[in-house]
C-alpha cells in the first residue's frame, strides 16, 4: 500500500528520528569493547568516504576558503561529539543525557549572537527559562555518579549549539553534501588523532562490537544522514525542527528498555519542561503559515 505522497517526508523524518535515537544505543554499547575517541574517529571516518563519491558527483568542489571554514565547523562537531561519548561512556542514563543535548537547539542563538550579531528575538527569551528548569529537573533527578558524566553531557550541548550556529552560517555558502563530507572527515581525524595519543586499543574485539560498529556507521550515520536529507528536502523547518524533538523520545524509551534508566516524576516533569521549552521556540515557524511542499 502506497502512502499519499504529502505523508512521504513526514515519515522518514519519523523514521529518521527513530535511527538518531537507536544509534545511542549502537554507540554505548559499541564502546564496550571500543575505545571511545577511535569510536568516533573511525565512525566518522569511513562515513566521510561513503559521502564524498557523492558529494564529487553531485556538486562542484569548494574552493580553499570553504574548506577551511568547513573544517572549522567540523572542528566543534569533533570536540561535541567527543564530549558526548565521554559522558555516554560514563553513564547509562542515555535519556536524560539526550534531552540534554537537544538544548542544544536553544544555545545556538546565542552562540550565533556572539559570532555574527545575530540577536535573538522575544521569543526566545521567554522559553529559554523553561529549558533551564527542566535541565535542573533532570540534574536532581538523576544519579549521574562521581563520572561528573552531566557535565560533559553539558559541555557537549554547548559545543554542539556553536556548531549549529556555524553550521546555519556557513550552509549558505557552502555545498550542503561538501560541508556535511569535510565535517566528518575532520570529526573522524580528531578522534583518530586523540586516540593515538591516550588510548590503547583492546587486544581482541568481539563479533558483536564490531557489529554494533557496523550499525553505527551504516544505519545511525550513513543512512540516517541520506534519510534525514531526503525528508528535509520536502519539508518546512518548523515540521523537521518540530519532528527532531522525537530523537530525544526514542532515546529515552530505549535507554529505559535496556539500561533500565529510572523515570520518576522529577525526570518526566524535567522531560516535559524541555520539550516544552522546544516546541515553543519552533512555534512561530508553524505558525506563520508553514506547510509541507507540494510535489
Given at each position: 500500500m502506497m502512502f499519499p505522497m504529502n505523508r512521504t517526508p513526514l515519515l522518514l523524518m519519523f523514521f529518521t528520528t527513530l535511527l538518531a535515537g537507536a544509534g545511542w544505543l549502537f554507540s554505548k554499547e559499541a564502546?564496550?569493547?571500543?575505545?571511545?575517541?577511535?569510536?568516533?574517529?573511525?565512525?566518522?571516518?569511513?562515513?566521510?568516504?561513503?559521502?564524498?563519491?557523492?558529494?564529487?558527483?553531485?556538486?562542484?568542489?569548494?574552493?580553499?576558503?570553504?574548506?577551511?571554514?568547513?573544517?572549522?565547523?567540523?572542528?566543534?562537531?569533533?570536540?561535541?561529539?567527543?564530549?558526548?561519548?565521554?559522558?555516554?561512556?560514563?553513564?547509562?542514563?542515555?535519556?536524560?543525557?539526550?534531552?540534554?543535548?537537544?538544548?542544544?537547539?536553544?544555545?545556538?542563538?546565542?552562540?550565533?549572537?556572539?559570532?555574527?550579531k545575530a540577536r535573538p528575538g522575544r521569543h526566545y527569551w521567554m522559553t529559554l527559562p523553561l529549558a533551564i528548569a527542566g535541565l535542573l529537573l533532570l540534574s536532581l533527578s538523576t544519579h549521574w555518579g562521581v563520572s561528573l558524566s552531566l557535565l560533559w553531557f553539558l559541555a557537549?550541548?554547548?559545543?554542539?549549539?556553536?556548531?549549529?550556529?556555524?553550521?546555519?552560517?556557513?550552509?549558505?555558502?557552502?555545498?550542503?553534501?561538501?560541508?556535511?563530507?569535510?565535517?566528518?572527515?575532520?570529526?573522524?581525524?580528531?578522534?583518530?588523532?586523540?586516540?593515538?595519543?591516550?588510548?590503547?586499543?583492546?587486544?581482541?574485539?568481539s563479533i558483536n562490537i564490531w557489529g554494533w560498529f557496523a550499525a553505527s556507521v551504516l544505519i545511525a550515520t550513513t543512512l540516517r544522514y541520506l534519510l534525514l536529507t531526503l525528508s528535509l528536502s520536502?519539508?518546512?523547518?518548523?515540521?523537521?525542527?518540530?519532528?527532531?524533538?522525537?530523537?530525544?523520545?526514542?532515546?529515552l524509551v530505549f535507554s529505559t528498555i535496556f539500561y533500565h534508566e529510572p523515570i520518576g516524576g522529577a525526570k518526566l516533569a524535567g522531560v516535559c519542561l524541555i520539550l516544552g521549552a522546544l516546541v515553543l521556540y519552533q512555534l512561530p515557524l508553524l505558525l506563520r503559515g508553514a506547510r509541507i511542499r507540494p510535489r
Amino acid at each position: 500500500m502506497m502512502f499519499p505522497m504529502n505523508r512521504t517526508p513526514l515519515l522518514l523524518m519519523f523514521f529518521t528520528t527513530l535511527l538518531a535515537g537507536a544509534g545511542w544505543l549502537f554507540s554505548k554499547e559499541a564502546i564496550q569493547g571500543l575505545p571511545p575517541a577511535a569510536f568516533i574517529g573511525s565512525r566518522f571516518l569511513l562515513a566521510a568516504l561513503l559521502l564524498l563519491p557523492l558529494a564529487w558527483l553531485r556538486e562542484p568542489a569548494p574552493n580553499r576558503g570553504q574548506v577551511i571554514r568547513a573544517a572549522g565547523c567540523g572542528i566543534l562537531l569533533g570536540t561535541s561529539l567527543l564530549l558526548w561519548v565521554t559522558a555516554i561512556s560514563q553513564s547509562n542514563a542515555l535519556g536524560s543525557g539526550a534531552f540534554i543535548m537537544s538544548v542544544a537547539t536553544l544555545m545556538a542563538p546565542l552562540a550565533a549572537w556572539a559570532a555574527f550579531k545575530a540577536r535573538p528575538g522575544r521569543h526566545y527569551w521567554m522559553t529559554l527559562p523553561l529549558a533551564i528548569a527542566g535541565l535542573l529537573l533532570l540534574s536532581l533527578s538523576t544519579h549521574w555518579g562521581v563520572s561528573l558524566s552531566l557535565l560533559w553531557f553539558l559541555a557537549s550541548a554547548a559545543t554542539s549549539g556553536c556548531q549549529l550556529a556555524v553550521h546555519r552560517h556557513f550552509a549558505q555558502t557552502i555545498a550542503p553534501t561538501w560541508l556535511t563530507c569535510i565535517q566528518l572527515a575532520v570529526t573522524g581525524v580528531l578522534g583518530c588523532g586523540l586516540s593515538l595519543l591516550t588510548e590503547q586499543w583492546p587486544q581482541s574485539v568481539s563479533i558483536n562490537i564490531w557489529g554494533w560498529f557496523a550499525a553505527s556507521v551504516l544505519i545511525a550515520t550513513t543512512l540516517r544522514y541520506l534519510l534525514l536529507t531526503l525528508s528535509l528536502s520536502r519539508l518546512t523547518t518548523a515540521h523537521a525542527a518540530l519532528l527532531m524533538l522525537l530523537e530525544p523520545v526514542w532515546t529515552l524509551v530505549f535507554s529505559t528498555i535496556f539500561y533500565h534508566e529510572p523515570i520518576g516524576g522529577a525526570k518526566l516533569a524535567g522531560v516535559c519542561l524541555i520539550l516544552g521549552a522546544l516546541v515553543l521556540y519552533q512555534l512561530p515557524l508553524l505558525l506563520r503559515g508553514a506547510r509541507i511542499r507540494p510535489r
